[in-house]
Structures are given as C-alpha cells and as structure tokens.
C-alpha cells in the first residue's frame, strides 16, 4: 500500500514572503489553489491507496473532503512545529497502513501524476528514503520512504543535505530525485516568476487564478517591471529526472 500526507500550514498566515507582490486574501487563494491542485493530483494516482491532509486550517476539513481525503487536525497529535507535526503523523499512518508513504508540501504547482509515478518507482527499487529537491537542490519538496527507511524529519534550511545525512546515520539507502514538478515550491518573489514563466503546466485551480486574470497581469507586470530587484539566480543548468 502506498500513501500521501500533505502538512498544510494555516491559509490565513500563509505566504507571508509574497507580501509585496499580493494582499493578505490574494495569497491565501493562492495557497488554496496550490493544495488544492496536489490534492486533485494525489487522491487520483491509481498507486495511491490513501491521502491525509493534516492542518488546523478552518477550511482543511472541507478541503480534504472535496478531493476525497481523510482529515487529520494537528490539533489532536499534541505536537508543534512541522518536522514534529509530520513525525507524530507518520506514527499513525505507518502503524494503521505500512507500506510506502510520501510526505510533501501542499505548493508545488507543477506536480503531476507522473512525478508520483517516479517517486514510487524509485522507492521501490531503492528500498530506502527518496527525496525530491527543490530548484535549488537545497531543500526537500517530498520524501518517500517505509517503515524501515523512516528518516528523521529535518524539514528547514538546507533540509535535503539534512536528510541525507540522517539516512545515513540509520543505514538506509538514499536517493535524490530532482523532476521539474517536484521542484518549484512558491515562497518567494523568484518562485512566482518561474511559477509565472511555467503556467502552462501548472494544475487547474493555480491556472484558473492567475493566467489571463487582473491577478496574474498585475503579478507578471511587477515581476518583469524595469528596474525591480527580482533576478535570476545563478544556478546549475543540470536536472536530474
């Protein structure tokens, strides 16, 4: 059995780094669209048995029920901070389910089903922790594990070095995937340019919000606007599939 759980911060606090480029209620419909997009995504892979959406959004329970998901209300784990908030719900789904589980963010525009394919792929054939990098092959968009390659939560700066340095310490295998779905999680002013750039893949309700939309122009304008500060940074032209 394989399954997902997607963390979810609360919307009204959400994507607080994108203050300059969209109001407080601009960005919790962004935040939506986004999870929602993973959710429709994740409870439609036929290699998914399971999907749980964990968060003490208003609005989680709903959410989770529109793309058929289970709930669970951070609330009842007893625990605070994502990295302790994600352990304590691993315990449940590990001890109830076993098999596969993934554990991603809820913004990753650009997911598709064949991303999930591959993670599920790759952790069948390593046996061990899977990690999908961010753009900048620094932080940890999923992990994908089992019972045995269980990592450590290290979700935070630097987080995918974290991990592999924690699998390591246990023994388990590990292996880094970088695919162009898994990669573009939105924080900041540059996240949204490549967001902004790649619309054309990005999931139905993130499409539906900001192509062609006074929302989508505005953003695009203050993006690209002569004499802004968003620039490109410098990075590596080699990607992993």
């Keep these: 059995m394989a399954q997902a759980l997607v963390p979810l911060k609360d919307l009204v606090q959400a994507k607080t780094r994108l203050a300059g480029l969209m109001n407080s209620s601009e960005r919790r419909a962004l935040a939506q669209a986004m999870v929602e997009d993973v959710l429709g995504v994740l409870c439609r892979h036929p290699l998914l048995e399971k999907v749980t959406l964990v968060s003490d959004d208003p609005g989680a329970r709903m959410l989770a029920g529109k793309y058929g998901a289970s709930y669970l209300a951070e609330s009842s784990l007893g625990s605070s901070g994502l990295n302790q908030v994600v352990s304590a719900a691993v315990d449940q789904l590990l001890d109830t389910a076993g098999g596969t589980l993934l554990v991603l963010h809820g913004d990753l525009p650009l997911l598709g089903a064949a991303d999930i394919s591959a993670v599920l792929q790759c952790q069948r054939e390593s046996g061990g922790l899977v990690i999908g990098c961010d753009r900048h092959r620094r932080g940890s968009n999923l992990l994908a594990f089992d019972e045995r390659s269980r990592p450590r939560f290290c979700f935070g700066v630097d987080s995918c070095a974290a991990h592999q340095r924690a699998a390591e310490q246990l023994g388990a295998n590990c292996s880094v995937l970088y695919r162009r779905g898994l990669a573009?999680?939105?924080?900041?002013?540059?996240?949204?340019?490549?967001?902004?750039?790649?619309?054309?893949?990005?999931?139905?309700?993130?499409?539906?919000?900001?192509?062609?939309t006074e929302l989508g122009k505005r953003i695009s304008l203050a993006l690209t606007a002569p004499g802004g500060d968003v620039h490109e940074p410098a990075e590596e032209s080699r990607h992993y599939d």
């Design 184 to 212: 573009l999680d939105v924080d900041e002013a540059m996240d949204m340019l490549e967001l902004m750039r790649a619309l054309d893949e990005a999931g139905e309700q993130t499409g539906a919000l900001l192509r062609g």
